[in-house]
């Protein structure tokens, strides 16, 4: 299937930086979260080697955050995660996969402590908006939700400590990893946290005011001379490496967190009150699928290839026994790279599996960690 031109509307929401960002000469969007989300600069391979040697600016606006505020703010968020929220400190972000009742995952969005009863739910790519107001509706919670006025901007890269410094100041350097501090920009204060969907290092900073996008922007490459800072977006191949999940892709809600490897991120334990966890506790040492990695010597053709894309089935002995979700050519690793959800029962017995007729390890992931031997 080639690529085609997306028709961008109202629906398609775009963002403020959107003029900044067509400027920059973006190639390619998706959608997500009704939202446009940049996919391409230049070539996938530049656009790779640079965000893993200088600095780049994301336009990661569609990682809308859901405000949740209100005397019951605390106990709505705890009910919607797994993770126990709590021993969260102001300003700090926790990975909180969010599930059903029946333990599905329904997004895996960062929530951030914004103040006591005051959560920012920052969202991957489903509606947990309307999730979020139908418990609180059925509940009977004192809670208010929303979507506000909050648009990450992401600086990922070897050199966001020295571009963000520049910006806000030396004190960024010692956030610790997803923590946040709240620093002055042109009057107001923006709430910056060391996070991002890549494993280069860097920041995002959630400007609150769409009206101050421009000035923010360009304030961060005005700043960056010399850093080679430039225009870039989450990068489909360095975050396959990394194994950074991308929901929808690599998982949805047919999905339990144990099929998806996020077992670190669920406290079975907690004594909170939360949807998924009677399901979950139930759920534990019963998975079904497991999320690997597949490495293939050669790329299996350019068809597969594009756009990373998933959705292929994984055959043994004319069974289906998996899927392949998201997929890339490595520059790094000169390797053919796949992310899948494979049956338990088959992994038990078999480290090869055949696709498009190459024999493909099953690996661990992230990838990044692994010695990659040619
Ligand atoms: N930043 C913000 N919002 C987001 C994302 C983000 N919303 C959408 C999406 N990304 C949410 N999904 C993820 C997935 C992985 C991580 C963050 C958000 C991530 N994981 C690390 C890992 O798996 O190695 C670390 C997790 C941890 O140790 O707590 O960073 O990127 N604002």
């Not at 959107?18 to 190639?27: N, P, T």
């Not at 700090?92 to 333990?103: F, I, N």
């Not at 509706?137 to 020295?162: C, H, I, N, R, W």
């Not at 494993?199 to 490459?221: C, N, P, R, V």
């Amino acid at each position: 299937m080639q690529n085609k031109f997306l028709s961008i509307t109202k629906r398609t929401r775009s963002t403020p930086f959107s003029r900044r960002v067509e400027a920059a000469g973006v190639k390619a969007y998706t959608v997500y979260n009704h939202m446009l989300l940049p996919t391409l600069f230049d070539t996938p391979e530049k656009d790779y080697w640079h965000l893993c040697e200088h600095v780049q600016v994301w336009d990661v606006s569609c990682e809308r955050q859901v405000e949740v505020v209100g005397p019951d703010a605390d106990k709505l968020v705890q009910l919607m995660t797994p993770r126990d929220l709590s021993k969260t400190d102001l300003l700090q972000g926790k990975y909180a996969p969010m599930c059903d009742a029946k333990g599905r995952v329904l997004n895996d969005p960062i929530v951030i402590k914004r103040d006591h009863n005051r959560w920012w739910i920052s969202l991957a790519d489903s509606d947990i908006k309307l999730w979020a107001q139908g418990l609180a509706q059925g509940y009977g919670f004192d809670v208010e939700v929303f979507e506000p006025d909050v648009s990450p901007l992401g600086v990922q890269g070897p050199k966001s400590d020295d571009l963000m410094a520049r910006v806000f100041g030396e004190e960024v350097r010692d956030i610790g990893f997803f923590r946040g501090k709240l620093l002055p920009f042109m009057g107001t204060e923006l709430y910056i946290a060391r996070s991002g969907w890549s494993k280069q290092g860097g920041f995002e900073i959630y400007l609150h005011d769409w009206s101050l996008g421009e000035a923010l922007w360009d304030e961060l490459f005005e700043k960056g001379q010399g850093l080679e800072v430039r225009a870039g977006c989450p990068n489909g191949n360095e975050r396959i490496e990394a194994g950074l999940l991308s929901y929808g892709s690599d998982m949805d809600e047919s999905h339990t967190p144990f099929d998806c490897g996020l077992d670190s991120f669920l406290d079975l334990d907690a004594d909170v009150e939360s949807l998924s966890l009677p399901a979950l506790r139930e759920l534990a040492g019963k998975q079904t699928m497991k999320f690997v990695g597949i490495i293939f010597p050669e790329s299996p053709d350019l068809d597969h290839l594009m756009n990373l894309r998933g959705g292929y089935d994984l055959f043994h002995d004319g069974e289906v026994v998996g899927e392949v979700k998201s997929q890339c050519w490595s520059f790094r690793y000169e390797k053919h790279l796949a992310l899948a959800m494979i049956d338990v029962a088959f992994l038990a017995s078999n480290e090869t599996i055949t696709f498009a007729g190459q024999q493909g390890q099953i690996h661990d992931v992230p990838f990044n960690k692994l010695a990659l031997v040619s």
